[in-house]
């Protein structure tokens, strides 16, 4: 009995130590992924238009488990769509005022096939530049789609879908480099729920003509957003420890009352509170973060890794070590914005 009692006694006092971890859902202003370099000013869209050996498929679709090939197809629909693909990249651009002139020229390039897709020739890619006096090539080197619609079944309702993938390369002419080359498959999907999960009984899909379109305005728009800097929600986690002081922290977090949390997490700091502390000084890390100062926010980041280290706390040094190469990007993408 004494010792059944000594193990729900140590139960509970490991239940009463754990830590609660929360996500908290914060708002930052991220620089385009592409490094444009400031010169720019004018560039030119093109498409290469290549396909691989084994890309056969674009006048077919799948009708649920049949392949099928359509009837109504035109017979330039691989150009129609890329021009709408371009022609929303563009769109987007100009919007977020990324370049002061776009040019788009689709027809460059003759229709190609093979099993690899080798990197364009610089002396072309002056030659083009040259003669369009644009600074920079942003190429849609492939690009492939297909269409599938699926019947009403037991517990699914009926529903239509568009797989595309495209692979983007982006060549400085000055420095004869790739800046980038990405491959982006997307897919999007219609049935007959709304955005809130609710059925809409009757609701019309699109017929193929138009999903293919949608989807291939959704592929330029999705590679523009990598030019311009955007607001962007992302998580960040902080702890709460047993102390109700803790969890009284929480509460002002919730409501974003930082500097009342800060109060709180500073009386736990001192190497004195062992463990606590590395808490503490983690969340103060997140807390400064989110006032806009990276250099404290890294001071307690640093502070608290170095007290997890004397712990040999392995679970909380690879949760600051995560934090540190966030809060890291965080500061070379606030660089880069004021350099902008």
């Given at each position: 009995?004494?010792?059944?009692?000594?193990?729900?006694?140590?139960?509970?006092?490991?239940?009463?130590?754990?830590?609660?971890?929360?996500?908290?859902?914060?708002?930052?202003?991220?620089?385009?992924?592409?490094a444009v370099p400031p010169n720019v000013q004018n560039v030119a869209l093109v498409y290469r238009n290549f396909k691989y050996s084994g890309d056969k498929y674009q006048n077919y679709y799948k009708d649920d488990n049949q392949l099928k090939k359509s009837k109504n197809d035109p017979s330039n629909l691989d150009s129609i769509l890329v021009s709408y693909t371009l022609?929303?990249?563009?769109?987007?651009?100009?919007?977020?005022?990324?370049?002061?002139?776009?040019?788009?020229?689709?027809?460059?390039?003759?229709?190609?096939?093979?099993?690899?897709?080798?990197a364009l020739k610089?002396?072309?890619?002056?030659?083009?530049?040259?003669?369009?006096?644009?600074?920079?090539?942003?190429?849609?080197?492939?690009?492939?789609?297909?269409?599938?619609?699926?019947?009403?079944?037991?517990?699914?309702?009926?529903?239509?879908?568009?797989?595309?993938?495209?692979?983007?390369?982006?060549?400085?002419?000055?420095?004869?480099?790739?800046?980038?080359?990405?491959?982006?498959?997307?897919?999007?999907?219609?049935?007959?729920?709304?955005?809130?999960?609710?059925?809409?009984?009757?609701?019309?899909?699109?017929?193929?003509?138009?999903?293919?379109?949608?989807?291939?305005?959704?592929?330029?728009?999705?590679?523009?957003?990598r030019f311009f800097a955007s607001w962007q929600t992302v998580n960040r986690m902080y702890s709460v420890p047993s102390p109700n002081d803790f969890t009284i922290a929480s509460g002002f977090v919730e409501k974003g009352d930082w500097d009342n949390a800060i109060k709180i997490w500073m009386r736990y700091t001192p190497d004195k509170n062992g463990k606590m502390a590395i808490e503490a000084r983690y969340n103060l890390a997140l807390a400064y973060e989110m006032k806009d100062d990276i250099l404290t926010a890294w001071k307690w980041l640093s502070a608290a890794h170095k007290l997890a280290v004397s712990y040999n706390s392995k679970e909380s040094i690879n949760m600051i070590e995560k934090y540190q190469k966030v809060l890291a990007k965080r500061k070379r993408d606030i660089d880069r914005l004021n350099e902008s």
């Open positions: 009995m004494k010792q059944i009692n000594f193990l729900i006694l140590i139960l509970l006092i490991t239940i009463s130590s754990c830590t609660v971890y929360k996500e908290y859902a914060i708002d930052i202003y991220k620089p385009g992924e592409i022609k929303e990249m563009a769109s987007n651009l100009k919007a977020n005022n990324t370049f002061d002139r776009i040019h788009i020229f689709p027809g460059i390039f003759k229709p190609h096939t093979g099993e690899k897709l080798p610089f002396d072309l890619i002056n030659k083009l530049t040259s003669e369009t006096e644009t600074d920079l090539l942003i190429s849609l080197e492939t690009f492939s789609y297909f269409y599938s619609e699926y019947s009403e079944q037991q517990n699914m309702p009926k529903s239509k879908e568009v797989i595309t993938a495209a692979v983007w390369a982006v060549y400085n002419p000055l420095t004869e480099k790739i800046i980038e080359r990405k491959t982006m498959i997307d897919t999007i999907f219609w049935n007959n729920y709304d955005e809130n999960g609710n059925y809409q009984k009757g609701a019309k899909l699109p017929p193929r003509a138009t999903a293919l379109k949608v989807a291939s305005q959704l592929v330029g728009e999705n590679y523009s957003k």
